[in-house]
Nanobody, 124 residues
């Protein structure tokens, strides 16, 4: 399984970014996909999860601002980030644990496969 995240960059507070994660080596449509982030000195934290049945889950800190979506034809999961804040600054990772659904503990970074991360920097 290979995951390739992209789309990070430098943006001003209030701005938007759209992250992408392309996947290979798995039956993408059948698996849950997660987005995580890790800021310097902090633990990796769950941001969002997309189940194969269409359900989505978000950390409280990003609800209403971030949207996860997936294109099964392109084997790609996206994270649209709006109204960005300086505290959103982190390296963002996509991940899968090859489960059909996001578990009740989807926010735990115990996934089997990880992308390389893409840096998001939000300036104030």
């Amino acid at each position: 399984v290979q995951l390739q995240a992209s789309g990070g960059g430098l943006v001003q507070a209030g701005g938007s970014l759209n992250l992408s994660c392309s996947a290979s080596g798995l039956t993408f449509r059948s698996y849950a996909m997660g987005w995580f982030r890790q800021a310097p000195g902090n633990k990796r934290e769950g941001v969002s999860c997309s189940s194969s049945d269409g359900n989505t889950y978000y950390a409280d800190s990003v609800k209403g601002r971030f949207t996860i979506s997936r294109d099964n034809a392109k084997n790609t999961v996206y994270l649209q980030m709006n109204s960005l804040k300086p505290e959103d600054t982190a390296v963002y990772y996509c991940a899968t644990e090859q489960r059909i659904l996001c578990t009740s503990r989807w926010y735990n970074p115990s996934y089997d496969y990880w992308g390389q991360g893409t840096l998001v920097t939000v300036s104030s």
